[in-house]
């Protein structure tokens, strides 16, 4: 895990965000100041990809956005599967 990652991790944990289901997979991730980005994930070769609409996640970087939806698709994921 990259220290840029771990760091995402643990503002995600910090900072208190509303995540919505929007669809199988889509979420939305509204921040304490009101911004809203759309969080999608889908796996391939059974490896779990992220995809946020927010500045560092068009640019391909980690952001906080990311592991605060993959927390929900993981409690998600881990329900239909039992
Ligand atoms: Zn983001």
New binding site residues.
Partial sequence: MTQQLQNAINKASKIKMTVKLLGSRSFLVITPKGHK?TVRFENVDGLRYGR?T?K??AANMA?Y??PKAAMVDTAIQSMRSH
């Fill in positions: 980005y946020c927010c560092a996640g952001c956005h990311l």
